[in-house]
């Protein structure tokens, strides 16, 4: 059983949002919205600052409370490597899901679903990297399963140290970011 | 370019195959695109390539059910290894941007009320075709000149050539990389081009002056720079800003700003003094040495101290380190580098560096670089010019090798040496790039004509009197690209889809113009594809199979004079001159020496500008995609100064300059970023064509503050980075 | 010194997460109500005298109310849907771990409990309709025929409110990701709030419905009937304390709830901390304490505790404070629950 995850290098991120606009065409987000985002978290005096730029997008929880809470079973773990899913045509458009993500990952498309990152899951099942991570120009994110030791994720996190974001949510996030 | 450099690339045999430098990653990213290709029936991919900036990457469109959908990086292309910039990404916002210029227009009211009459391409290119008679019959030939930037240029310069004109600019020289290409010529004989011939990814040591690469997104560099810092190069970065690239960096040197060149020679004094430059190599190719050295006695690291603000122990250390690194050093030469206005010195500074460290056809500095040779079309010699160009009078900037933008201007604005009379304007906002508008638009009101050649209604299109509306690239073919790089290609730009409404390419417009000056003698092709064929076949290549792949390689060259690469300098010495008595002879500095920028009004802050990834010049604003990611510039304080004016984060604020003009309102983003005494901006915003509808009075205008210059005496830039504002908050 | 920057703009979460607008408190807040009024009226059936006009209204009217409420507040419900032709999906699944999925089966069962609840004794009510309607006087006479159907009727209405009350709640409470939500007492709260503003609506309609020399000896139910089961106390069924005791000691409850709530946060995480300060000291300080603290829960204690003494004369007063304050209760929890946030405490 395949388990989806990222691992995301914040040392050779620069913010370009490639990645974002990437996600925006492939997907054909409408203007106005996003499926993932950049951060910046910049601390100390200057000059004497530190800085990380991450590229953010729904955090495909092994735990998702955006799941447990919806009320139809629009959103659900697809088999293919516990991506959390919406399914259009049976979401209500309650938000329960939006409030209930730590992340603030979901957004309500225009159309009226709850809308988010699939991990580009019509890409993978196809063998190619989602788009943001295939477009990055710094090379900064890898995708991978996890559960196979050789893949380049697995190895990069037992290679170098890393975090998840809001750990203490306890949403079980799958989304690394090394340091 | 002229021949000077030219000359020393190498003429490369034409057989394709593929480069042995496109490695496992490529092929994957391949085998990934021929998967993708197998997609959806309805979904066809066309190879062409990019034109949101002039880096020129190789991309692959995708179109669905006959709509545009999606453009990526073309794995076979050497510049952008498949994987195209945010701004490459989001092109395709430029193709259904609703904002463009859909048919030609000419002025119905006074210029720069942006009133218009749409009118038919046969009607517009009359006017324009009328009107260039009416000024070589007047003026001459020559008081026609042509602005244009970026390769969609090549076809409205054959037809202003052939009509005799010979006044030709873009603000790519006098206002972006024109002094450094000036400093490293007079030091290597040679310039660093563009695509910059910099082997970031092999570098040890990288030094970044100003360069913000990962904000500046030209992307083989940005690519290389993240190699880089993955592989653990040592980054020097130096900034008065705490750029992207500084936050990567093992040594950060918040400068003064306007101070580098102290601190160039500070560093270059301790790599003598501790004699830890590359002896053999200076030896060897170094001309003047000795006298460069006494020069640099007394530029002591603690003298610099004072100049710079950085401590004489971060100027040894760093010293050091560029020199345990060496050959493989690589002190970035910039590529905007019109700052304060002595820049060519500055340059010739940093190319001395490179010098010292050795770094110049060395792996981890210089690379030489190579390209196709691709035979031009056989065209009629153009008419030569009675007079010299304007821009220039009397070479009294001796070491410009390009024409100076502003010179033009200025001949426009005096009438001197001769009167320009006409403009035509190709894909450059001269509003905006050029320093100081009010200069432009008086400039503008002595043309008997202005044409504009545009994709959107952009501010000097507002001031045109004929608007002729282009086809973006991704909706036409355009001049190939035998690019200068580590390795020879051939690119081509060819349409992916059609163009929405009466919109025309380049080469239409050009060709039609002609045809209406009687000069169609000089079109013998009868269609852009019949040229481009002609050139491809000539060159021995097959022009289907460079149609299919939108890339073509040629073999790979020596890149380092350890591999071969002619270690050959143009200069007068035949050397690489530490002294130079090219500029000793003219007047100036022989060896480059310091003199501190004057300081600013009180209680005001030094302007500085610079890229967003995401946005190009004044280019991209109204691409909905790219204004997506960022649709306004704000304004970086220093947090300590923003509290000291009560200002915080989100506030707006309006910028007032040493001479009175406001900007329009801009959020503050105070931030531990920035030096406390200067501010800073992203270029490109505020706009003020109301044609722009979703970009206009988004955000502030650096280019309206910017109304000082400083013209560098050696070659004609403009030094822009010598204004000042206080900053205003907006109830 | 800490800089973040968010580069995002979604509809509905940037700058800040506001997902709910007023749809979602009402609706809260009219379930909430609802549920209070199923409470009383299955309480109130199963200890009828058919004499008291206060059981009536507490039996009848207030579960003709509530179903009029109930249709309210599910229509704000289906405003706030984004994909409203696709409700009916609501009823093709049950989810057991999504609060919404529970309300929304529950609320199924809310209907006809409350109708029954409403038709055992609508004759005696309503006399003016029974006389048109004759069928109604039948189906009375039918389930009062059956004292087995009336209990059930009582306790279904009973259970089902007390389901009601505290989903309204769970709802919210349910959402780790709103640190001010995430507490189990946030359904008791709802509920008793819910009890709360029922006891002072059906209060409130005594009131107005009484001719001005019968002055309401209104109240009713809990209290009376603690007090018939301890017999600690005779039941004066007259001018008995019974409805405006009765909000009172559920005006008590909420206030202790509310208070279990804050010093829980209080004592937990640092987010659960600055959660809690957006009530106490942050930007929803002033509305709430003023509002749902001042206003909606002391003021009418005090209000009605004087009614009780006999100080003051009974009004509408103490209930509008008590509705409104159960309002504001929603709608400060939904907006400032939104606010509260896992990464606002990062250092
Ligand atoms: N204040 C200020 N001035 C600057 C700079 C700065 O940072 N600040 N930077 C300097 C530098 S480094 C440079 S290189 C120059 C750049 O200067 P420019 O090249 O003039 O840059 P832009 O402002 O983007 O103007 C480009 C124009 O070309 C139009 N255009 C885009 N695509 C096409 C096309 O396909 N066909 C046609 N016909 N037109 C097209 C755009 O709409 C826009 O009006 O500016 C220089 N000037
Ligand atoms: N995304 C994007 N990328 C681009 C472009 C674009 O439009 N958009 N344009 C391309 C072009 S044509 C060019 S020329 C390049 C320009 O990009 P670069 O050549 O990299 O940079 P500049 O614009 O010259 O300089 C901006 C940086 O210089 C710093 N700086 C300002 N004053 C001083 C000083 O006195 N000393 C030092 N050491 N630093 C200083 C600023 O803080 C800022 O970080 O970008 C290219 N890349
Ligand atoms: S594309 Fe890559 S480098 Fe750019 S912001 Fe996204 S993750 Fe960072
Ligand atoms: S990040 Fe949010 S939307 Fe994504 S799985 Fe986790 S809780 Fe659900
Ligand atoms: S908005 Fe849609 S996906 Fe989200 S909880 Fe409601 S029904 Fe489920
Ligand atoms: S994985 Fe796909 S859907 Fe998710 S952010 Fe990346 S591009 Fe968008
Ligand atoms: S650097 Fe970016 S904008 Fe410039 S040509 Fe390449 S992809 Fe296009
Ligand atoms: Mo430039």
Redesign the pocket.
């Known amino acids: 059983m395949a388990r989806y995850i990222m691992v995301i290098d914040t040392r050779r991120c620069v913010g370009c949002m490639d990645c974002v606009v990437a996600c925006k065409t492939e997907n054909n987000i409408p203007e106005g919205y996003t499926r993932d985002w950049i951060t910046e978290t910049v601390c100390g005096e200057f000059p004497t600052v530190g800085l990380e730029i991450r590229t953010e997008r729904c955090n495909q929880c092994a735990n998702p409370p955006?799941v447990s809470?919806?009320?139809?079973?629009?959103?659900h773990v697809h088999e293919r490597g516990g991506v959390v899913l919406?399914?259009?045509d049976?979401?209500?458009?309650?938000?329960?899901?939006?409030a209930?993500c730590p992340y603030d990952a979901?957004f309500?498309h225009p159309d009226g679903?709850?809308d988010k990152c699939t991990f580009c899951i019509h890409r993978v099942e196809k063998g190619l990297d989602p788009a943001c991570v295939s477009v990055c120009p710094t090379h900064c994110m890898h995708f991978g399963d996890a559960d196979d030791p050789l893949s380049e994720v697995s190895r990069l996190l037992t290679s170098r140290p890393q975090h998840t974001l809001l750990p203490e949510a306890g949403t079980k996030p799958r989304i690394y970011y090394l340091t | 370019m002229n021949s000077l450099s030219r000359r020393r690339f190498l003429k490369i045999a034409t057989t394709t195959i593929l480069a042995a430098g496109v490695a496992g990653r490529a092929t994957r990213a391949l085998a990934a695109a021929a998967a993708a290709n197998g997609g959806p029936s309805g979904t066809r991919r066309v190879p062409t390539y990019c034109d949101i900036c002039f880096w020129k990457c190789g991309a692959i469109a995708s179109v669905r059910n006959g709509e545009l959908w999606k453009i990526e990086g073309n794995p076979s292309d050497p510049l952008c290894r498949g994987r195209l910039c945010p701004r490459g990404t989001g092109g395709i916002g430029a193709h259904t941007d609703p904002d463009r210029l859909r048919a030609p227009l000419i002025r119905t009211n006074q210029r720069g009320e942006e009133k218009w009459e749409e009118v038919t391409w046969d009607e517009a290119l009359e006017y324009i075709a009328t009107r260039m008679k009416k000024i070589a019959s007047d003026h001459g030939p020559e008081s026609m000149a042509l602005f244009a930037h970026g390769v969609g240029g090549t076809f409205l310069k054959h037809t202003l050539k052939a009509y005799g004109v010979n006044n030709i600019a873009a603000p790519s020289f006098a206002q972006c990389r024109g002094p450094r290409d000036v400093g490293f010529r007079l030091t290597f004989g040679d310039d660093v081009g563009s695509p910059e011939r910099t082997d970031i990814e092999n570098a040890g040591c990288l030094v970044l002056i100003g360069s913000h690469l990962g904000e500046n997104m030209h992307n083989t560099q940005v690519q290389e720079f993240a190699t880089a810092v993955g592989r653990g190069a040592s980054l020097i970065v130096v900034d008065p800003r705490f750029s992207v690239a500084a936050s990567k960096a093992k040594f950060f040197l918040p400068i003064k700003p306007g101070t580098d060149l102290a601190l160039l020679l500070a560093w270059m004094h301790v790599l003598v003094a501790e004699k830890l430059y590359d002896a053999d190599y200076v030896a060897k190719y170094g001309f003047g040495f000795e006298q460069f050295a006494a020069s640099l006695t007394s530029y002591t690291p603690e003298w610099a101290f004072v100049e710079t603000g950085i401590e004489p122990g971060v100027i040894r250390a760093t010293a050091r380190e560029m020199a345990r690194y060496h050959p493989a050093t690589l002190v970035h030469p910039g590529r905007h580098v019109n700052w304060y206005g002595d820049d060519a010195q500055r340059s010739r500074a940093v190319a001395l560096l490179n010098a010292l460290l050795g770094s110049w056809g060395r792996k981890g500095g210089f690379y030489q670089p190579s390209s196709m040779d691709i035979p031009a079309y056989p065209y009629p010699h153009y008419p030569k010019a009675s007079r010299p160009t304007v821009d220039n009078p009397g070479r009294k900037f001796p070491f410009a090798h390009e024409a100076i933008s502003t010179g033009i201007r200025d001949a426009t604005l005096t009438g001197q040496p001769y009167p320009i009379k006409g403009w035509m304007v190709y894909a450059t906002n001269l509003l905006n790039a050029l320093p100081n508008q009010a200069e432009t638009i008086r400039a503008i009101q002595q043309l008997d004509l202005l044409v504009v050649v545009d994709v959107i209604p952009s501010e000097i299109a507002g001031w045109a009197d004929v608007v002729l509306p282009e086809s973006i690239y991704l909706e036409r073919f355009d001049e190939l690209n035998p690019e200068y790089f580590k390795e020879p290609f051939l690119a081509l730009r060819q349409p992916v889809v059609e163009s929405p409404n009466d919109q025309k390419p380049n080469w239409w417009i050009a060709r039609s113009l002609a045809q209406k000056l009687g000069l169609g003698a000089y079109y013998p092709w009868k269609d852009i594809e019949e040229y481009l064929e002609y050139r491809v076949t000539a060159a021995g290549l097959s022009y289907p199979e460079l149609k299919q792949k939108g890339i073509l390689h040629g073999p790979r060259q020596p890149l380092y004079f350890d591999e071969g690469a002619p270690a050959e300098f143009d200069t007068p010495s035949k050397k690489i001159e530490f002294y130079s008595l090219q500029l000793e002879k003219a007047g100036f500095d022989p060896v480059p020496r310091y003199t501190p920028p004057p300081p600013g009004p009180a209680g005001s802050f030094r302007l500085l500008f610079g890229r967003a990834p995401m946005h190009s010049f004044s280019r991209t604003q109204s691409n909905r995609l790219l204004s997506d990611l960022m649709s306004e510039n704000v304004v970086w304080i220093n947090h300590t100064a923003a509290s000291r004016l009560g200002l915080k984060t989100d506030d707006y604020v309006r910028l007032r300059n040493q001479d009175g003009v406001v900007s329009n309102r801009i959020k503050v983003k105070a931030t531990e970023r920035i030096r406390p005494e200067c501010v800073y901006l992203v270029h490109g915003f505020g706009h003020t064509s109301r044609g722009l509808r979703h970009a206009f009075g988004k955000g502030a205008s650096d280019s309206q503050l910017i109304t000082r210059y400083r013209t560098d005496p050696l070659m004609g830039g403009t030094g822009m980075n010598i204004n000042f504002v206080t900053v205003e908050p907006e109830a | 010194m800490t800089e973040f920057t968010l580069y995002r703009h979604n509809p509905l979460l940037d700058p800040a997460v506001h997902v709910w607008g007023w749809e979602i408190p009402v609706y809260l807040f009219l379930g909430g109500l609802v549920a209070g009024l199923m409470i009383i009226a299955g309480v109130r059936l199963l200890i009828m005298r058919p004499t008291a006009r206060q059981a009536l209204v507490c039996c009848t009217v207030g579960p003709l109310i509530g179903l009029v409420l109930l249709s309210a507040g599910m229509f704000a419900l289906f405003l706030d849907?984004?994909?409203k032709f696709?409700v009916w999906?609501?009823y093709l699944a049950f989810e057991p771990t999504?609060p919404?999925s529970w309300g929304a089966w529950i609320l199924l069962f809310v209907y006809p409990a409350l109708l029954a609840n409403a038709l055992t004794h609508l004759p005696e009510a309503i006399p003016a309709l029974a006389k048109r309607v004759p069928v109604l006087v039948t189906i009375s006479d039918y389930i009062l025929a059956r004292p087995r159907i009336v209990v059930g009727i009582g306790l279904a209405n009973m259970a089902i409110g007390v389901a009601l009350g505290i989903y309204t709640g769970v709802l919210l409470g349910a959402m780790g990701a709103r640190p001010l939500w995430n507490s189990a007492v946030l359904g008791p709260l709802f509920l008793f709030s819910g009890l709360s503003t029922a006891a002072a609506l059906l209060h409130g309609i005594l009131v107005l419905t009484t001719p001005d020399d019968e002055r309401p000896q209104f109240a009713d139910f809990l209290l009376s009937m603690v007090a018939r089961w301890s017999q600690a106390r005779p039941l004066d069924t007259r001018i008995a304390p019974t409805l405006a005791q009765a909000d009172n000691s559920f005006l008590t409850i909420e206030l202790g709830l509310l208070g279990f709530l804050l010093i829980g946060h209080l004592t937990s995480t640092a987010v659960h901390q600055q959660a809690a300060g957006l009530l106490l000291t942050g930007p929803y300080a002033a509305v709430f304490w003023v509002f749902v603290v001042g206003l909606g829960i002391l003021v009418p204690l005090v209000i009605q505790h004087l009614e009780l003494l006999h100080r003051i004369r009974h009004t509408i007063a103490p209930s509008l404070l008590v509705l409104s304050g159960g309002l504001v209760l929603r709608f400060v929890l939904v907006a400032a629950g939104q606010a509260s946030h896992w990464a606002t405490a990062l250092p």
């Open positions: 955006c809470c919806c009320p139809t079973g629009a959103s919406v399914n259009k049976e979401c209500i458009g309650c938000k329960a899901c939006l209930a979901r309500i679903y709850a | 849907l984004s994909h696709y999906r609501l999504s919404m």
